[in-house]
């Protein structure tokens, strides 16, 4: 089993919808949460952290359940600008040091 | 600050002949890790180094890979001998222990 799993897609949505991304983790020891957004032939750049209760920046809200091990993204008001390709990611720290792994990514093409 | 820095962008080679890839984290940064991306894995992590000490290298696929880190400013990725089924994106990331990962725009590589 993959450490960090998502669903490829590609999630084909109109501008304006609502737009959900699940992902799921292995490590019961993980212990940070990510979200990373990275646009076709660039690198992944920070989207938001994902913290137990919850976030949310503008449109954007992140969701964390420990007990099933998932994180889900939900984007609201899709912009086509929002076209990309999320990551979750997991870090797992262990002493000083820290492992981001990350998942393969869910496309998401929103259009007019 | 520029970023991390990456060299070189694009780097095209002939199988057999040795590659070798530079970063440059963000002073100040005590993780770096090495990404490898393609379309039917995604983003694998290589290896990381904490405070110039390689911390897990379990991602590096064969004895053909190593990473250094020398000083706190300067990390590289050999290959040798090159294949071209090592062909892909090589990412350069670095971090301060669990914080936001900052990656480095990437080396296309293909080996032909």
């Known amino acids: 089993r993959k450490e960090v799993e998502q669903d490829p897609g590609p999630f084909n949505v109109p501008e304006g919808a609502t737009v959900a991304f699940n992902c799921t983790y292995s490590?019961?020891?993980?212990?940070?949460f990510f979200w990373y957004r990275q646009d076709c032939r660039k690198e992944p750049k920070l989207l938001m952290s994902v913290y137990s209760s919850g976030n949310e920046d503008g449109r954007f809200t992140a969701q964390l359940n420990r007990a099933s091990q998932y994180i889900s993204l939900l984007i609201r008001d899709s912009k086509l600008s929002d076209s990309a390709t999320y990551l979750c990611?997991?870090?797992?720290?262990?002493?000083?040091?820290?492992?981001?792994?990350f998942g393969t990514g869910t496309r998401l093409q929103v259009t007019l | 600050d520029a970023g991390v820095i990456q060299s070189p962008r694009h780097e095209v080679t002939e199988m057999g002949q040795e590659v070798t890839l530079r970063c440059k984290p963000i002073?100040?940064?005590?993780?770096l890790f090495w990404y490898r991306q393609t379309m039917m894995r995604g983003l694998e992590l290589l290896i990381y180094?904490?405070?110039?000490?390689?911390?897990?290298d379990s991602g590096m696929p064969e004895d053909r890979f190593s990473a250094k880190m020398p000083n706190a400013s300067f990390s590289t990725l050999k290959i040798q001998p090159s294949e071209p089924r090592d062909s892909a994106v090589y990412f350069c990331?670095?971090?301060?222990?669990?914080?936001?990962?900052?990656f480095g725009q990437g080396t296309r590589l293909t080996v032909v």
């Open positions: 990331a670095s971090s301060q222990t669990a914080f936001e990962a900052f």
């Open positions: 002073s100040g940064h005590n993780s």
């Open positions: 490590n019961s020891a993980s212990q940070s």
């Open positions: 990611v997991v870090n797992i720290e262990g002493g000083t040091a820290s492992k981001l792994t």
């Open positions: 180094f904490n405070n110039n000490v390689p911390i897990d």
